[in-house]
């Protein structure tokens, strides 16, 4: 048994859920999303929620049980406070700037990195140069942590002078150089 999946995914008041076959529907005060649980599974919205069960006894089943009710409740937490993730960019001349609708990152190569900004995802600027931390925001978790690992992945932080992105508060373990 599951213990995260018998837990019915509690629907705030201003939040209006629908259940139609396997789709579930989230609609809040920062947009709408939606979610398709697989077919194992058995979705229905009640009075304390939406509850997610198993329709066979599989090992299928059970492994996506916990997934689908997390899947759900990240929908009704994104649609009421949204997701948010900071990137810290260290390095001398490291740098972002918005481009029109494009991030453009400066990250020591012979060019440019533009990145082109997803639907639904707004990435704000700021830190102590103003151009030194990127906060990537979004009501998808999904979709913003694909960003974020995106972002960090065209210059990951490297361990001898600790240059490149991380993520905001990322602990990266330093190694010494060479010794003559």
């Known amino acids: 048994m599951s213990r995260i999946g018998k837990k019915p995914v509690p629907v705030p008041a201003n ?3 629908t259940v139609s076959g396997q789709e579930v529907k989230v609609k809040g005060p920062k947009g709408e999303l939606k979610f398709v649980v697989p077919e194992l599974l058995k979705v229905e919205s009640g009075a304390d929620g939406i509850s997610v069960a198993p329709r066979e006894e599989s090992q299928m089943a059970r492994a996506m049980w916990g997934m689908s009710r997390t899947q759900i409740d990240n929908l009704v ?6 997701y948010n993730q900071a990137l810290e ?8 700037a918005m481009k ?6 400066y990250l020591g190569f012979s060019h440019d990195v533009i990145y082109p900004i997803p639907e639904g995802i707004t990435i704000q600027l700021d830190g102590p140069k103003k151009d030194s931390i ?9 979709k913003v942590g694909q960003v974020a690992a995106e972002l960090r992945a065209f210059r990951k932080p490297e361990p001898y002078q600790g240059k490149g992105v991380r993520y905001e508060g990322e602990f990266i ?8």
């Open 15 to 17: 939040v209006q859920a």
């Open 77 to 82: 937490k994104g649609v009421v406070t949204g």
């Open 89 to 96: 960019i260290h390095g001398v001349g490291f740098r972002a």
């Open 100 to 105: 029109g609708k494009d991030l453009q990152m």
């Open 134 to 142: 990127v906060r990537i925001s979004g009501i998808d978790k999904q």
């Open 173 to 180: 373990l330093r190694k010494e150089g060479k010794k003559k």
